[in-house]
């Protein structure tokens, strides 16, 4: 069974730094991802690692968030500095595994306010 946990959200003052975690299990995994959504607006992607470890970001996120991953874990990080309050949204771990399949997580709530 496929199980994919995200954890490390909660409520930072603006200009500060959260770290997320995601820990999949149950399959071999390829891309992992880091998506957002905030009230209202649609789901968009952070951040993307693939398994070799090349990374891509969106451009709201280039320079203050960090896609890592550790494969011995299948655990995905991100780490989030400078955060302001557009980045408030609930934050959720995409994983792809090798059969071809997609597995979303249930989320955490990032609130970014003074």
């Known amino acids: 069974q496929v199980q994919v946990v995200e954890s490390g959200g909660g409520l930072v003052q603006p200009g500060g730094s959260l770290r997320l975690s995601c820990a999949a299990s149950g399959s071999i995994f390829r891309a992992m991802h880091w998506y957002r959504q905030a009230p209202g607006k649609e789901r968009e992607l952070v951040a993307v690692i693939s398994s070799g470890g090349t990374t891509n970001y969106a451009d709201s996120v280039k320079g203050r968030f960090t896609i890592s991953r550790d494969n011995a874990k299948n655990t995905v990080y991100l780490q989030m500095n400078g955060l302001k309050p557009e980045d408030t949204a609930v934050y959720y771990c995409?994983?792809?595994?090798?059969?071809?399949?997609?597995?979303w997580g249930q989320g955490t709530q990032v609130t970014v306010s003074s």
């Open positions: 995409n994983a792809d595994d090798v059969m071809g399949n997609a597995y």
